[in-house]
């Protein structure tokens, strides 16, 4: 190869390792990786295989190139297959002719029409282990020989940018993980917990992806959704624990909590957008809800979200004077009160999701 | 320059991008970002102004190279210096003479005896704004007059490194800030804090960081002692908040909460060398402790450090039933109870850390 076309070779890759680590999202990482794969080895196609870490299998999560959307399922048992192979020992292969490869795991090609001719194939690797697998396949002009080195250290940056991702990834889940165990205990206040918050963070999710909101949006109801209850810890046992019907003045003392909830997270300013959800979960349109009798569209989006969520589960549990009614009943009840409690496109889009199966009840 | 020469530099920059984005602590991403800015450009010296986003000055928060260490303090006011010119006009500069150029800042050469000649100075900056300033300093051979585009990618990608670890370290100061405020109103089932919790984080952290810990150690403290007391959201009202002493049935249940918060944290499976410290943050050295009569060396470190934090924030704060104690009372509380109670390591850490200013009280 001449000096010029491995000058342009690196700028690519340069290029290409900014794209790649510009993002902690691991879908987008995957995406980004498989067009670089295509672009720098000028290939028809591109697949990044990841390692199940717990099966040790191979899986495709999203193959781009010409009919690559198509790859999405397959998975490759441990060593099977040449991606297998190089996953299994760690090193790279360039095959020739891939059809005479006793290796080579037909099935991709036969789902798909695409005829694999040769392949460059390398172990996508951290100090201690290996990631997944990155592919080009069927070099548009002369073959893979020359590109060893520049491939891996294309794979080289994508193992850093999915091992950034998934420690932040992790981060997240820890986080998400300790405030749900947090608060399902204050709501419960026992250690023993009854899964009210994961239930209604399910609810609202569902609700949201149907709504079509925003990652940013998803991300605040989800948390907003998990923390929705932890003004109860302002309530005392006798009203929060008290087996029946609240009377006025314990109801008054209950209905504190979504007051309570935005003054305790109130003291951390990274949950600004977090807090209008769980001071709002408990407002109604037509102004008669608390703590501060909002209407309508001053109601923000994910407050109304969290209402009808919560509601859906009250109704659909045991509580301490009745037994759990069925969920005709929620969604009747659900129907019923649009535009006085709840807002139409909501309990839609809760209704929605739940016919698509996107929610388990 | 020669292609040769060119091929060296892209290979150098990939090598060093790697580098730079293996980490998401942002002072190893700035010192491996001074070293590799000093070495892709032959020079003398490196080093990485960054940008203060609340007052826009520029700060040197490390700089190697021959004598970079006595950088350390300097900061610059906006648009002051070379480096501040090329922070407010997102342009480059190559300065061939930089003891005539006008806005040359000399306050790092007077401070530190070192002569700067030349220099290349770029901006690190990401879509929308700018991060701070990447110097090298004095060219070894020739000039920087061939290096503006490899220096401006190098800067790229420390952007984009800075840019995760700040991301990566806001979420984790979220997920901190938020399990501090839930884990502060359950300590005192109030929605007005009283900052018991965070202290006692302060003071295990000055002791853990006195006694050497390493990092995943410190981070495992910290987290256990925001979360030592989320149990007591197991003991009723009736115990908790009781006005006064706790007779001896009062005080078995409050003494479940070490066990109540080890029940709560269980759910979360990231959080298994956490729990440890929260369980046996009440026990004693001579096995008189709780909930499990551990003794000695079965004693998790990280239990034995929050014991010392936290008895002594219970002697320096008001009680229902005795005003705050004084801080020597509280040093000789705990160097009484050394081997019955407490481990001396820990004490000794905790006095050496408060004598050197490491504590605020």
């Given at each position: ?21 510009s ?82 795991f ?13 392949m ?18 069927n ?32 981060l997240?889940?820890t ?26 963070m399910?609810?609202?999710l ?10 940013k ?47 305790i ?27 501060d ?8 989006t ?8 919560d509601?859906?589960d ?5 509580r ?7 969920l005709?009943t929620?969604?009747e ?8 409690q ?9 209704i929605r ?9």
């Open positions: 190869m001449g000096t010029e076309k491995i000058i342009e070779q690196l700028n690519t890759l340069i290029e290409l390792s900014s794209l790649i680590n993002t902690l999202d691991t879908k987008e990482i995957r995406k980004r990786a498989i067009e670089a794969a295509t672009r720098l080895m000028d290939a028809e196609a591109g697949s990044l295989l990841l390692v199940d870490q717990e099966t040790g299998e191979l899986f495709f999560e999203v193959a781009l190139g010409e009919k690559g959307e198509k790859l999405k399922e397959i998975r490759l048992k441990k060593g099977e297959g040449i991606a297998g192979w190089v996953a299994e020992h760690g090193e790279p292969a360039i095959i020739h002719d891939v059809q005479s490869d006793s290796r080579f037909k099935t991709a090609d036969e789902k798909t029409a695409f005829i694999t001719k040769n460059i194939c390398v172990p996508v690797k951290t100090k201690d282990r290996i990631l997944g697998v990155l592919q080009a396949i070099k548009k002009h002369n073959s893979f020989d020359d590109d060893l080195n520049i491939f891996n250290a294309l794979a080289n940056q994508v193992a850093i940018a999915i091992e950034n991702a998934n420690l932040y990834q992790e997240r889940e986080f998400y993980s300790t405030a749900q165990a947090l608060a399902e205990t204050i709501e419960k206040r026992d250690p023993y917990t009854g899964g009210h918050t994961k239930r209604v399910n609810y609202s569902a609700i949201g992806r149907a709504m079509g909101l925003l990652k949006e998803i991300e605040d109801l989800k948390l907003a959704a998990i923390l929705h209850d932890v003004g109860k810890i302002g309530v005392r046992d006798d009203v929060l624990l008290k087996g029946g019907k609240l009377d006025p003045d314990e109801l008054e003392k209950m209905n504190m909590h979504p007051k309570y909830g935005a003054e997270l109130n003291h951390v300013k990274q949950l600004r957008d977090v807090i209008p959800g769980v001071k709002g979960h408990h407002e109604r349109l037509d102004g008669k809800g608390y703590p009798n909002l209407r309508d569209g001053d109601i923000p994910i407050a109304r979200i969290i209402a009808v969520a509601t859906f009250a109704i659909t549990t045991d301490p004077y009745r037994k759990a009614l069925s005709d929620a969604f009840e659900l129907r019923k009160n649009i535009g006085t709840f807002d139409r496109e909501v309990v839609d889009a809760f999701a739940y016919k698509e199966m996107e929610i388990v009840l």
